[in-house]
């Protein structure tokens, strides 16, 4: 079976932190992404990368960066943490074929930022 | 802007009765269709994913067809049970994207014994 495992279920940091939120696959899949969940507006896109050392921006990755030294890992950052990223963030992995790519994720690090 | 969409928010039927999710679709050039469930609290858990070649696929009770000329799919849950209510999602994948997926915002199912 195809494991994402995520660093922390429940994260709690004060505003001005650098929080670092890590992810690992065990499949070698290539692609891998972060996503946020918020009530009402649903899953998106932070960032993602589709080989070690690319990234590719999503939809809202202000205030967020990512790294990927290897290729189980991909790494979210958030630089300085503020109360309006308390959020559900979720990370996810796929193989990069042009036929099926489908996504497998983690089981999410609820962030809570006071 | 492509976007999904998924009805109802919410759903809530009494044990045993078979029912239909729906998700549509504003640009019909998809690459595959992927179905997920969401307990509360937890992550994602696909269900079943389409190809944009296929009409539909089928794992035990569930059923995801997909009709691309109209944007739309469907999601079959036979003999609902109580451990079916989760939150249903609606992905899509279009081609250039890297792998990218748009979501629908969910179906909250309730299932009552």
């Known amino acids: 079976d195809v494991k994402v495992t995520q660093s922390s279920r429940y994260l709690v940091k004060r505003t001005g932190e650098k929080v670092f939120l890590e992810c690992v696959q065990d499949m070698d899949h290539e692609n891998m992404f972060w996503y946020r969940q918020d009530p009402g507006l649903g899953l998106r896109l932070i960032y993602f990368?589709?080989?070690?050392?690319?990234?590719e921006k999503g939809d809202i990755p202000e205030g967020y960066s990512v790294s990927r030294e290897k290729k189980e890992r991909f790494s979210l950052i958030l630089e300085s943490a503020s109360t309006n990223q308390t959020s559900m963030y979720l990370c996810?992995?796929?193989?990069?074929?042009?036929?099926?790519?489908?996504?497998?994720f983690g089981p999410g690090t609820r962030l809570t930022v006071l | 802007k492509q976007e999904v969409t998924q009805i109802p928010a919410a759903l809530s039927v009494p044990e045993g009765e078979n029912l239909v999710l729906n998700c549509s679709f504003t640009?019909?050039?998809?690459?595959?269709l992927q179905w997920f469930r969401q307990d509360p609290g937890k992550g994602l858990t696909s269900l079943l994913l389409?190809?944009?070649?296929?009409r539909e696929q089928t794992s035990g009770r569930l059923n995801a067809s997909l009709d691309k000329s109209s944007g739309r799919s469907t999601l079959y849950i036979a003999a609902s049970q109580p451990g079916d209510s989760a939150t249903y999602l609606c992905?899509?994948?279009?081609?250039?994207?890297?792998?990218?997926?748009?979501f629908g915002k969910g179906t909250k199912l309730s299932v009552k014994p």
């Open positions: 992905a899509v994948e279009y081609g250039g994207s890297q792998g990218n997926l748009i």
């Open positions: 389409i190809q944009s070649s296929q």
């Open positions: 990368s589709y080989d070690v050392k690319m990234k």
């Open positions: 640009d019909s050039a998809i690459y595959n």
């Open positions: 996810a992995s796929s193989f990069y074929s042009l036929a099926v790519n489908e996504q497998f």
